[in-house]
């Protein structure tokens, strides 16, 4: 440990200094990037830092007008399932403890709240005027007896502008065979899984105790959503599908191993209210450009899928497992970022023996409230080399997006624990 | 009787299931039956090669590592390296519980691969006992055949 300077104390009205010129221009670019950009590799002008390293399954995050953020751990770390970072004056933060004594995936703060969720329920806590939890040990319990099983546990979840609250609940099983992943088992007609899972659940932000009998399943036919957000400029979720598994493993005389690393895309979609998406009796092909009925309902790699389903509104490389989705609205980064999508691809696993892919945040343009132009890997290397994205041994996997009040991006890692801040530093 | 009741009594009769199951098997210093001379363990290895690329390899990785908090690792761990009946009955019957390696939680249900022969499942269970850094013993056509006899039909 450094011995105690005198030099410090100088330091410290600098810094004071610096934060109050901060507060009065949120977009003046001081923080200062590490000086190997925290080793991700990004567009010329970015910089990057590693603003904490919190040894935890850092999932998503929320970061408060305040500053403060907020990190969700999908496993309990010293009896915390959420810890406080409170920013430093270098652009960093520390961690100044944590509450909630459950595990899972989803935060997000709005209009002084923060949210989250288990694998099972959806609990709020009310912000003071520093964007603190007021009473950390009592959250509000707004949804509870979410299905989980053991695979797809994940409630990821977002808030429109109306005061209602939008939680995935992944479907427990690949293609609802049934023998779960299992070579050449059947689907089950008419997926008794959907009921209470494969879609996106709609509640009240501020009403306690609910459950699927007081909320509206909103959009069916989503195998699995992490990575979620509502568009500020259509007024419409969008969401990022976890794609099926398996197609070569389990149906080997219709799809090789190379076919069952490339196929199917990872979808955006568009959802509005009562819209299916059609798993698990599709899967969206990206060279064809089509929706192919799957091999556990008779298809054979070749056959359309039939139906009123919908289209993605975009698609991206298969197995990529994209974990978050942010729309930036922020003002810090050049004018094509704005109103565009940010995509954490925490990373693949179910390309083998194939190379691995993902592990990298994608930045999709959009206009009006569309995609629009191809998608672009926007910052890269969080796995630490190209034979550890190939290998699938990364050391950082991106889940979670945030946006800070300067319009910083945040990423976390749900690996290693490290949260990054992303800064656009060069002249616009 | 499930195949879950099936492993669990499996476990318990073997008297490692929960207590072992925490962590990995330090490596042997010695390990005797792997001598590379051994021309039926040899040719094991290599058709069992072939089975797991075929089906194993997705979820547990060329590097026999699985997936973190999905599928898990088969490195040195004792239901690899530990009582060959266990292990080939997770092969046949599958395995549908959460296992703890190394104070990690692993989620995925196994299916069963029972439409392998028992030649396949003693030739990649011989070769997963003896690749990615694990020495153990290889697992006979009859081990199988056995454990198999067991399963409901």
Not at chain 1, 45 to 67: N, Y
Not at chain 1, 324 to 330: C, K, R
Not at chain 1, 404 to 417: A, E, I, N, T
Not at chain 2, 45 to 68: E, F, L, S
Request: charged share 20%; net charge positive.
């Amino acid at each position: 440990m450094p011995s105690f300077s005198p030099r410090y104390l100088l330091a410290v009205p600098a810094l004071a200094g610096s934060l109050a010129l901060l507060a009065s221009h949120p977009t003046t670019p001081t923080v200062a990037p590490d000086p190997d950009n925290a080793g991700l590799k990004l567009p010329a002008g970015f910089g990057a830092l590693k603003v904490a390293e919190t040894g935890g399954k850092a999932r998503h995050l929320a970061v408060t007008p305040q500053g403060i953020i907020y990190v969700k751990l999908n496993r309990v770390k010293d009896g915390k399932g959420i810890l406080k970072l409170q920013p430093q004056a270098n652009g960093k933060a520390t961690v100044a403890g944590g509450f909630g004594d459950y595990g899972g995936t989803g935060m997000y703060e709005k209009n002084g709240y923060l949210y989250a969720s288990s694998d099972h329920a959806v609990y709020r806590y009310k912000l003071d005027a520093k964007g603190d939890v007021v009473d950390p040990a009592k959250p509000e319990l707004l949804v509870r007896g979410l299905k989980v099983g053991s695979q797809h546990e994940s409630k990821s979840i977002v808030l429109d502008n109306a005061d209602n609250l939008y939680v995935n609940v992944g479907a427990y099983a690949n293609a609802c065979q049934e023998q779960d992943r299992t070579r050449g088992s059947k689907g089950i007609p008419n997926c008794p899984i959907l009921d209470s899972a494969g879609g996106i659940w709609q509640f009240k932000a501020s009403q306690a105790n609910q459950t699927y009998k007081t909320g509206t399943r909103y959009a069916t036919g989503l195998r699995n959503v992490v990575g979620l957000d509502w568009n500020p400029q259509d007024n419409q979720l969008f969401v990022m599908q976890h794609g099926r598994d398996q197609l070569h493993d389990n149906w080997p005389a219709l799809y090789t191993d190379q076919q069952s690393a490339q196929l199917p895309a990872e979808c955006m979609y568009a959802v509005k209210q009562g819209d299916n998406a059609g798993w698990p009796y599709l899967y969206y092909d990206p060279q064809q450009k089509k929706k192919m009925l799957g091999p556990e309902y008779g298809g054979d790699g070749k056959k359309e899928a039939t139906g009123n389903y919908i289209d993605p509104a975009a698609a991206y490389p298969a197995h990529m497992a994209p974990n978050g989705l942010l729309f930036y609205t922020g003002t810090m980064f050049p004018a094509k970022y704005r109103n565009g999508a940010f995509i954490a691809f925490h990373g693949s696993w179910n390309r083998a023996p194939e190379p691995q892919a993902g592990y990298y945040v994608v930045f999709q343009p959009f206009k009006d409230g569309k995609p629009s132009g191809q998608w672009e890997v926007f910052a890269d290397n969080f796995s630490g080399s190209a034979a550890k994205t190939a290998s699938g041994r990364a050391d950082h996997r991106p889940c979670g997006l945030a946006q800070g009040p300067d319009g910083s991006l945040y990423v976390s890692d749900d690996s290693k624990g490290t949260i990054y801040r992303i800064v656009y530093n060069a002249k616009k | 009787m499930t195949s879950k009741h099936l492993v669990l009594a499996l476990g318990l009769a073997s008297g490692v299931f929960s207590l072992q199951a925490q962590q990995r098997l330090a490596p042997k210093a010695k390990a005797k039956p792997t001598d590379k001379a051994d021309p039926a363990l040899q040719a094991a290895m290599t058709r069992g090669a072939v089975v797991y690329k075929n089906v194993c390899i997705t979820c547990h990785q060329a590097d026999g590592g699985g997936v973190p908090n999905m599928n898990p690792p088969l490195i040195k761990t004792t239901y690899v390296l530990g009582d060959k009946a266990r292990l080939a009955h997770i092969v046949l019957a599958g395995l549908a519980e959460p296992i703890e390696i190394d104070g990690d939680e692993y989620k995925q249900h196994m299916p069963a691969q029972a439409y392998l022969t028992d030649q396949q499942v003693a030739d990649v269970l011989t070769y997963v006992r003896n690749s990615f850094g694990n020495k153990a013993s290889a697992v006979q056509v009859a081990e199988v055949k056995a454990v198999r006899a067991t399963l409901p039909k």
